[in-house]
């Protein structure tokens, strides 16, 4: 009997094990017809890596379409492109869908995931024309690290401080930015665990350099004309702590800038129900279509 209670414990711990390291699935995105792709396109480079984007096109027969970029999360340190999915909804609408990938802190610290970010949005504004883009309707979004990336994406509009691998575009601006569940402070240290390792090595020998925290972190960089935000968190969220979404939200109260915050009832870290991700992804295009440039 005591054998068999080892033997019991060992799978159970080997199970958990695995369960840990299995490896994110890989989604295959299924497009409407009328719909192209153009797979692991380079839209950047640095030493020893390509940045690499997924774009799903619309037809170019029903005019200018309108863009959405997709950033995967994973703390800035794991996560694929190929596990990013669940644009039907963006595709219904005849959305140009940029799916991206990005330097994660094991090949480069802070700031290399928003240098990378920052030139997909502007390899997409660069080549409007050749992707048949309207440039007004640009709106970037991404979950966890994803969400902290899109913010950052966004937010810097014309700074070019991180634009060091694509400068030269004038005018880089979204029409929204869409924050799901996003860090939006790097360095608070309210939250106690949320000060976490993924952060750390992120920030690398940056970690102790207030300034350059506040550099990379969204509610620092949050001004009265920047581009209107959805934000939403799931209020049981234990790894990236609801009240992050409400200090942007009072930040973006506070200059004014047109902003909607929902809330998931019990919702995890991006584990929501599919009732739920349904309910999420209606408020999104509610929100998008609500914007002066969805009007026109």
Request: include cysteine; proline fraction near 4%; hydrophobic fraction near 40%.
């Amino acid at each position: 009997m005591k054998n068999l209670i080892t033997i019991c414990l060992l799978i159970t711990i080997n199970t958990s094990i695995w369960a840990q390291d299995a490896p994110e699935q890989i989604k295959k995105v299924t497009f409407p017809v009328g719909y192209s792709s153009q797979l692991n396109l380079v839209y950047t480079t640095a030493p020893n890596w390509e940045g690499k984007m997924d774009l799903y096109l619309p037809p170019k027969s029903k005019g200018l379409s309108p863009a959405i970029i997709n950033i995967h999360g994973g703390g800035w340190s794991s996560g694929t492109k190929d596990t990013q999915g669940g644009f039907n909804s963006y595709f219904n609408k005849g959305f140009l869908v940029a799916n991206i990938a990005y330097r994660l802190s094991g090949q480069a610290a802070a700031p290399a995931a928003i240098e990378d970010t920052r030139c997909a949005l502007i390899y997409l504004i660069k080549n409007a024309k050749t992707l048949n883009i309207d440039v007004n309707k640009i709106v970037i979004m991404g979950g966890s690290a994803g969400g902290h990336l899109a913010l950052m994406g966004g937010l810097l509009a014309n700074d070019n401080r991180f634009d060091t691998n694509c400068a030269g575009e004038k005018s880089v601006k979204v029409a929204a930015i869409i924050d799901k569940y996003g860090i939006v402070d790097v360095g608070d240290k309210r939250y106690g665990s949320f000060r976490s390792g993924s952060e750390k090595k992120w920030l690398g020998n940056k970690v102790a350099d207030q300034s350059f925290i506040e550099s990379v972190s969204p509610i620092y960089i949050v001004k009265k004309d920047s581009p209107p935000i959805f934000i939403v968190h799931g209020d049981a969220d234990p790894t990236v702590p609801i009240q992050q979404s409400y200090d942007l939200k009072k930040r973006l109260d506070e200059v004014s800038v047109k902003n909607e915050m929902m809330i998931i009832p019990g919702g995890l870290h991006g584990k929501f129900t599919s009732e739920q991700n349904a309910e999420v992804n209606e408020a999104i295009l509610e929100f998008i279509y609500s914007l002066d440039a969805f009007k026109k």
